[in-house]
């Protein structure tokens, strides 16, 4: 009893040290945020006079909002493509095992092995050509692409659990295949389709080399890219860049913080059965 009693608190002082760890810059990130200038680079762990200054100034100039508008318009569409896309290719895999979809999965989960920057120069060229560029359409069909491959393993081991009954069921019913999958397989992958969502959501807004060889026109950045646009202004005052950095981390945690009882749930259950 005391061997497991004492594993217990060494896996807990294990657990407590690696989330302080992790944390350490989102706290030093907020707390650089919080200075005026004549405190940045003040040798103290904690601001001695917070303010919201920063973030007040950062704010006022209206630039953000555009930044901000281009990241929502970029990331709901990314969701948007993917969950269509993977859903359609899980239905067809897992429910109406069409002739060669054990290859296509294949193909499709190859995408996994390729580093995103092996793939910078091809997808440039070929937004270029097709002159998607500086366009919603030229981040979201490389975003739900590169998306794709983790939501049809998600998705597809979460249909393949629903009882072959209910689908025998609808089809003595009448039902034609687009009606079983609106109406009986989607909701019952509800779990996965939230994380898939969420994974989807948080890849997008955070990407930031992609976006940065895309997204040339400053009008058509998305917010990742906003530090950039700031850079020469507030260089020697990095508390209006961390309060920047800030306000972009913020949103994604806020949208995970509400969602991680279905995200979690969700993974569980439509995880890769070994």
């Known amino acids: 009893m005391r061997s497991e009693h004492g594993a217990r608190r060494l896996a807990l002082v294990l657990l407590l040290a690696a989330t302080a760890a992790s944390l350490l810059p989102s706290v030093y990130m907020v707390d650089i945020s919080l200075r005026d200038s004549t ?35 970029v990331s709901t569409g990314s969701v948007a493509l993917t969950l269509v896309a993977a859903i359609c290719l899980s239905f067809a895999i897992a429910r109406l095992k069409i002739r060669g979809g054990r290859v296509i999965l294949l193909a499709v989960l190859s995408a996994l092995l390729l580093p995103l920057a092996s793939l910078l120069i091809p997808i440039t060229v070929l937004l270029k050509h097709l002159a998607l560029t500086n366009t919603y359409l030229g981040l979201i069909g490389p975003f739900a692409a590169l998306g794709i491959p983790f939501a049809t393993v998600i998705l597809k081991e979460a249909m393949e659990a629903i009882p072959d009954e209910l689908e025998e069921a609808a089809t003595i019913d009448g039902a034609s295949s687009l009606t079983l999958l609106v109406r ?17 959501f948080l890849f997008s807004w955070n990407e930031f080399f992609l976006a940065l060889v895309i997204m040339t026109q400053d009008a058509m950045k998305p917010l990742p890219l906003a530090p950039l646009y700031y850079e020469g202004p507030y260089m020697t005052d990095p508390g209006k860049l961390f309060a920047i950095l800030t306000l972009i981390a913020i ?21 890769v059965k070994g």
């Open 251 to 271: 949103i994604p945690m806020i949208f995970y913080a509400v969602l991680q009882r279905w995200f979690v749930g969700g993974l569980m259950a439509g995880g």
């Open 39 to 73: 405190e940045s680079f003040a040798p103290v762990l904690f601001a001695p006079h917070p303010t919201l200054a920063n973030y007040a100034a950062v704010l006022a100039t209206g630039g953000l909002g555009r930044f901000f508008l281009n990241s929502v318009i």
């Open 184 to 200: 009986i397989i989607t909701p019952l992958i509800r779990s996965a389709l939230i994380v898939v969502a969420v994974w989807q």
